[in-house]
């Protein structure tokens, strides 16, 4: 069966350090890659979009990359803040899907000043 | 952007009763929305997903007759549970596409006591 998982353990980082989480599928050939932030007691919020044939997006202190041959996905967040503070959730989807999801547990990350 | 509301964002009901959750898109038409639960330090499941103007397609495993969804308008759905127990004790979110990513409501946290 489809199979995501992220860091099971919390990642704790100091500030202006870059934080990288992982991404890590299997049975699944994912379209598309999609990455939130969740905050306690809200719903995600979307952060990132990649496709299967993209390698590498960008957004302000934010980077993603997709590599379907390993079956992963980092995510990287650069001169983090305590404000990055928050569980990240990573999804995956196909066209033929319906626009349904799946989604890993998420990593939970911690930046103290 | 989209937004996505949910309401109510708390709910507290006794065991045996029905809840409705409403979930409305406020600036664009969703004729798909998604319905998820998660528990504690868990991943988003999928439920259902709901169709505007036809039934809703639930995932394996979940009761369609005890989680009643209606999407009778391109910017309204409804997700009720029907005769709650605790174990219906969960964090209820529904969700819509718009443009790359999906956009979340702010989530349900539904205790039955």
């Known amino acids: 069966s489809q199979k995501i998982e992220q860091n099971s353990e919390a990642l704790n980082i100091q500030e202006g350090k870059t934080a990288t989480l992982t991404c890590n599928y299997t049975n699944y050939s994912p379209a598309y890659l999609q990455w939130y932030r969740q905050d306690p007691g809200r719903g995600p919020v979307f952060l990132l979009l990649i496709r299967e044939n993209e390698k590498e997006k960008r957004k302000e202190r934010l980077k993603v990359t997709f590599d379907t041959t390993l079956k992963q996905s980092l995510f990287h967040i650069t001169a983090s803040q305590p404000a990055d503070s928050a569980t990240y959730l990573c999804a995956l989807g196909g066209d033929n899907q319906g626009g349904k999801l799946i989604f890993g547990q998420g990593t939970e990350l911690s930046v103290k000043p | 952007g989209a937004v996505v509301s949910q309401h109510p964002s708390r709910v507290i009901c006794k065991s045996g009763t029905s809840v409705k959750i409403e979930c409305r898109s406020l600036d664009f038409q969703a004729t798909t929305m998604f319905w998820y639960r998660q528990f504690p330090k868990q991943s988003l499941m999928l439920m259902a997903t709901s169709n505007e103007g036809s039934k809703a397609t639930y995932e394996q495993g979940v009761e369609k007759d005890k989680f009643l969804i209606n999407h009778a308008s391109l910017t309204l759905s409804t997700l009720t549970v029907t005769s709650a127990h605790p174990e219906d004790s969960s964090f209820y979110i529904c969700?819509?596409?718009?443009?790359?990513?999906?956009?979340f409501g702010s989530g349900t946290r539904l205790t039955v006591v």
């Open positions: 969700s819509a596409s718009q443009g790359d990513g999906y956009t």
